[in-house]
């Protein structure tokens, strides 16, 4: 069984700085590209960002480029996305995610290419 867990959220203020972890299970890792979506009340579910299976590769939408980092430890099945100088516009329920590589520059951010998902982490962002 596929599972995909986020955990690290939380309330902090702006311009603070928060860890997310997803924690793999029951599928090979090494071979999955892991992406980030966020989803606030009442709005979509957005890709935040997505690395590939050897973290060769990785992408960032234009609301976080230059504040979020995500990195992989494959041999922990982990993928964390560190957020800095965070703003009341990114709170939201955070959610990973995993697919194939292949077409991952132009997937990455539609939630409908992904099929499985874990339970998410809520992180607010105070003024």
């Known amino acids: 069984e596929v599972q995909l867990q986020a955990s690290g959220g939380g309330l902090v203020q702006a311009g603070g700085s928060l860890r997310l972890s997803c924690v793999a299970s029951?599928?090979?890792?090494?071979?999955?590209?892991i992406s980030w979506f966020r989803q606030a009340p009442g709005k979509e579910r957005e890709g935040v960002s997505s690395?590939?299976?050897?973290?060769?590769?990785?992408y960032y939408s234009d609301s976080v480029k230059g504040r979020f980092t995500i990195s992989r430890d494959n041999a922990r099945n982990t993928v964390y996305l560190q957020m800095s100088s965070l703003k009341p516009e990114d709170t939201a329920v955070y959610y990973c995610?995993?697919?194939?590589?292949?077409?991952?520059?132009?997937?990455?951010?539609?939630?409908?290419?992904?099929?499985?998902w874990g339970r998410g982490t809520q992180v607010t962002v105070s003024s």
């Open positions: 995610a995993a697919r194939g590589d292949y077409g991952l520059n132009y997937a990455w951010p539609l939630h409908t290419e992904y099929k499985d």
């Open positions: 690395i590939t299976s050897n973290s060769g590769i990785r």
């Open positions: 029951g599928f090979s890792f090494d071979d999955y590209a």
